[in-house]
């Protein structure tokens, strides 16, 4: 039963254009969201999160949205950079518990 | 800054022997957390530790898992009698505290079993 879901496996964008990178969750109880970045052979390294009273937070390049009647969020990324190419991460936390549920992930490529 | 550590960084084992990792977290945190990441998925909750109580276990640990925190410090993740389905990235996290805070990953450990 995957919770959060993140169904594009991969993303492709040219440099200096917008990536959005979605993720759909199922569970209702879940009321605070994070978005982590991957390298190979390295520990997620936390980009942004979103609390579930809020529908838009942002941070430099990194926006994330939140759209909790369609149980769905988004981060955006503007202007994409080639140092921004990695696996990306969705993560939900249940009100009543402090574990993360992860999505599969999202690679991007920004490609010069 | 010293982040989240964790030792090793990489082990391989025969099956049916028994390993044991260390997380040392980011110091003021005293929520510490283990995952598991096997290839294509993401990290997957096994447990984690307010100080030296073991609040919360997934399903996921079976009875070879065991995660001990004996100071409210650093962790220890031991797997019994090690099965090639233990392989993967073990990964360990800390926060401060309350819920909707942050956790900060450290670098992982991989176990291959062969």
């Known amino acids: 039963d995957q919770q959060v879901k993140q169904n594009s496996p991969s993303l492709s964008v040219q440099e200096g254009r917008i990536s959005i990178l979605n993720c759909d969750y199922t569970?209702?109880?879940?009321?605070?969201f994070l978005w982590y970045k991957k390298y190979p052979a390295e520990g997620p390294t936390f980009l942004i999160s979103i609390s579930s009273i809020k529908d838009k937070n942002e941070d430099g390049r990194f926006t994330v949205f939140l759209n909790k009647s369609a149980k769905h969020l988004s981060l955006h990324i503007v202007p994409s950079q080639p140092g921004d190419s990695a696996v990306y991460f969705c993560a939900a936390s249940p009100y009543n518990t402090d574990k993360l549920i992860f999505g599969t992930g999202t690679r991007l490529q920004v490609f010069p | 800054d010293t982040g989240v550590s964790q030792d090793p960084r990489h082990k391989i084992t025969k099956r049916g022997q028994n390993v044991t990792f260390r997380c040392d977290p980011i110091s003021e945190h005293n929520r510490l957390y283990w995952y598991r990441q096997t290839l294509g998925q993401g990290p997957e909750f096994l447990t984690y530790?307010?100080?030296?109580?073991?609040?919360?276990k997934s399903r996921l640990l079976s009875d070879r898992f065991s995660a001990e925190r004996p100071k409210g410090s650093f962790s220890t993740l031991e797997i019994q009698r090690t099965e090639q389905g233990d392989s993967a990235m073990y990964l360990c996290?800390?926060?401060?505290?309350?819920?909707?805070?942050?956790?900060?990953f450290g670098p992982g450990t991989r176990l291959l079993v062969l």
């Open positions: 569970n209702s109880m879940f009321d605070y």
């Open positions: 996290a800390s926060s401060l505290g309350s819920q909707g805070e942050t956790q900060y």
């Open positions: 530790f307010q100080n030296e109580a073991q609040l919360e």
